[in-house]
Nanobody, 123 residues
Framework: QVQLVESGGGLVQVGGSLRLSCAASGGTFGMYAMGWFRQAPGKEREFVANVDQSGGRTSYADSMKGRSTISRDNAKNLVLLQINSLKPEDTARYYC????????????????WGQGTQVTVSS
């Protein structure tokens, strides 16, 4: 099965930036659309961003548009999420996910999940 390992989370200040990484193994990376989701305590998991298999098409949650960039490097089996202008409401555990198909807006359910990496934004 596909294994996904996130890294790059941590404690950051409001207005700061963070780059999350997801390393994939156990499958053909280029065959999967990749995405990021997040979940805060007491709230449902929500879509953040995703990218298609080739890296040519991306989509973002409205709250992420203009300050977030998802990218992938198929040669390195990596997907990245750059988040700028971090806000307290960005505090959540961020999960990397792999899907057999690309869904604009992340409407579908991913097939594989990582364990997540915690992002905490404070003043």
């Amino acid at each position: 099965q596909v294994q996904l390992v996130e890294s790059g989370g941590g404690l950051v200040q409001v207005g700061g930036s963070l780059r999350l990484s997801c390393a994939a193994s156990g499958g053909t990376f280029g065959m999967y659309a990749m995405g990021w989701f997040r979940q805060a305590p007491g709230k449902e998991r929500e879509f953040v961003a995703n990218v298609d298999q080739s890296g040519g098409r991306t989509s973002y949650a409205d709250s992420m548009k203009g300050r977030s960039t998802i990218s992938r490097d198929n040669a390195k089996n990596l997907v990245l999420l750059q988040i700028n202008s971090l806000k307290p409401e960005d505090t959540a555990r961020y999960y990397c996910a792999a899907s057999w198909i690309f869904d604009d807006g992340g409407r579908g359910d991913p097939n594989y999940w990582g364990q997540g990496t915690q992002v905490t934004v404070s003043s």
